[in-house]
């Protein structure tokens, strides 16, 4: 009989993985013909998609829930302000660790690439556009991506955010004959997540096929003359999740090791998936039920953190990649082009949010640095390869920076984070069905002994006893 550990779903991932890489390098060891490229691409695609699929319909329930119950919860507005400072915080760390690196690699001293390869790209990040594309065009946020195959459909989630928030405070406000709405609304978020839970325990099968094609498509050919550049960017981020973050966790009394053995799933998805907005629904999943953030407030800074907080895409590979850029044409920085830097990174993520995050991020800091947008078109060659660490370590801090605001404000569970990682491979919903039973006893309990005057044990009762959401009410209930 296998330990529990080495059959949960973290053991499927990895193992997914293992298989993975065996069938991406068989895959490059045979001809094209053989078609086992194109099953993983076409298995790994699907899986993506899949997780994409559910990103709308789970910001939009998820974030009106969340505001109509953020009504129990103490301090809303603080957790709010204090997930923005923490995510601008752990950016500013970060880009001047990344500026650090930069200086001390050299990345673009000596690079062999062919300057006939620098190209500007075909879209670029202002902070114009940013303003503009906070407003919704549609009630849907619903746009177009523009490539050179055509246009496709999109959603901004940004401005899906936008929405969801306005129409959950519109509630809020209309009071009684909103309520029908609100419990509509989640249950279909129950609904949702469900789904989101068959699409999740594919998994093991969509990291498969995802890191077998990543192997097969990328060898160590196409670093080439980039790879001190790769090299520099993949110590950043290690810098950024190996020592960054550890010492976040630490500050605020948040184990390091079971932090990161209960994001495991997350941060292995990211570097597969590539995908922070694919991953999204995961990580919410994993905030609420292995880091014991309440779902009213995870429901809130997950999304926020997955279209605003890019510690990968919007401060590392900015920074390494400016100094690059003006390394390989020979341009001098001064300390207020460092300072610049830095303002960009941590402003500019917003920026670039419901955008494809580290290509107009570059953008962005090269253009108000001055130096040549050309110059993006020379790291094109690696951006998979980079874009793998980056996506991870996004998602990672995605679900720390949730953790460390309410472990700050007193509403985290703290038994969260005892023994051993609790277990994805139960259907969420059934258990919060269970849950929701158990809270109408402990409710109608409660009551009754409020009256002979101690409703504030039978309180700490029902904290105990439910699951993620009622511990959203217990926070409520928390003086702060």
């Known amino acids: ?60 329930t998820a974030v009106i829930t969340s505001v109509a119950n953020l009504r129990k919860v103490t301090n809303a507005a603080r957790l709010a302000v204090s997930t923005l400072l923490w995510f601008a915080a752990t950016s500013l760390i970060s ?151 550890p010492a976040v966790l630490r500050l605020n009394g948040i184990p390091v090791g079971a932090f990161f053995s209960r994001v495991w799933p997350v941060t292995s998805l990211g570097f597969v998936t590539r995908s922070s907005m694919g991953v999204m629904p995961v990580t919410q999943r994993v905030t609420e039920r292995r880091l014991g953030v309440p779902r009213e407030y995870a429901s809130f800074a997950v999304p926020l953190g997955a279209t605003t907080k890019m510690d990968g895409c919007a401060a590392i590979y900015p920074a390494i990649a400016a100094l690059f850029v003006a390394q390989f044409y020979g341009l001098e920085l001064g300390m207020t082009d460092y300072l610049l830097i830095v303002i960009v990174s941590v402003l500019g993520s917003a920026a670039t949010a419901g955008t494809t995050g580290a290509t107009v991020m570059l953008t962005l800091t090269l253009s108000t640095l001055g130096l040549p947008l050309e110059g993006v078109g020379l790291l094109l060659a690696v951006e998979p390869i980079v874009d793998m660490g980056r996506t991870a370590v996004n998602v990672t801090g995605q679900a720390l920076v949730p953790a460390v605001v309410a472990k700050r404000a007193g509403i985290i569970d703290p038994a969260a984070f005892e023994g051993e990682p609790r277990s994805l491979d139960d259907d969420p919903a059934d258990s919060e069905s269970g849950a929701v039973a158990d809270s109408t006893g402990s409710e109608s309990a409660g009551s009754t002994t409020a009256a002979a005057g101690s409703a504030s044990d039978a309180g700490r009762e029902a904290s105990q006893s439910n699951e993620s959401g009622d511990r959203g009410r217990a926070g409520a209930s928390s003086p702060r």
């Open 95 to 245: 880009v001047i660790a990344g500026i650090l690196i930069g200086l001390w690699v050299k990345p673009g001293v000596g690079a062999g690439v062919d300057a006939a390869a620098a190209e500007a790209p075909s879209s670029t990040g202002s902070w114009w556009a940013f303003l503009a594309g906070v407003v919704p065009e549609n009630i849907l946020g619903l746009g177009v991506n523009l490539s050179e195959d055509g246009a496709d459909p999109a959603f901004n989630v940004l401005q899906l955010l936008v929405i969801s928030i306005a129409l959950g405070i519109a509630a809020v406000k209309v009071g009684s004959p909103a309520e029908p709405f609100l419990r509509g609304t989640e249950s279909l978020l129950q609904i949702i997540q469900k789904v989101l839970w068959w699409i999740i325990r594919l998994a093991p099968i969509g990291t498969a096929a995802l890191i077998g094609r990543a192997v097969a498509e990328y060898g160590w050919d196409a670093l080439g003359s980039l790879g001190k550049f790769t090299i520099a960017i993949y110590i950043g981020l290690i810098v950024v999740i190996g020592v960054i973050y």
């Open 1 to 60: 009989m296998l330990p529990a550990w080495a059959t949960g779903f973290g053991a499927q991932v990895i193992y997914g993985l293992i298989i993975g890489l065996i069938l991406g390098f068989i895959a490059r060891g045979t001809a094209d013909g053989s078609g086992l490229r194109a099953v993983l691409d076409s298995v790994g695609g699907a899986y993506v998609q899949l997780l994409k699929l559910m990103v709308p319909p789970l910001v939009v």
